[in-house]
């Protein structure tokens, strides 16, 4: 199992401004399905550890190199306040070796 390795970095505004955010064109079906299990825009903390910690429970599925960088594709269990812990992709990109993974998005897979 291939692991995400190195250090990681999630935006705040990643967080409240995208995927907890009910009123965001792409982000507010995102946001009904991390409330749901027990996320809240007022404690973004929570939903910014869990992912961050994502890949640290779960192996990388794909990894492809673009412009942009390294970009890998983590999927399975996300810790989540109310236990339930369902599966959902992360994805992160790297821009160089000497940088951190940064999160680009997170959805839940069927």
Known sequence: MIRLEGQRFVELAKVVDYLL????????????????FGFD????????????????????????ISPFGSKSVVECRIDT???????????????????PHRLVTAYPLP
């Open 81 to 99: 306040p109310d236990g339930r812990n369902p599966c959902i992709r992360t994805v992160w990109i790297r821009e160089g070796d000497a940088s």
């Open 41 to 64: 825009r007022d404690r973004p903390e929570e939903l910014l550890d869990a992912l961050a910690s994502h890949p640290d429970r779960n192996a990388v599925v794909s990894v492809a």
């Open 21 to 36: 955010n009910a009123e965001h064109a792409d982000g507010g079906s995102k946001s009904a399905f991390f409330t749901r």
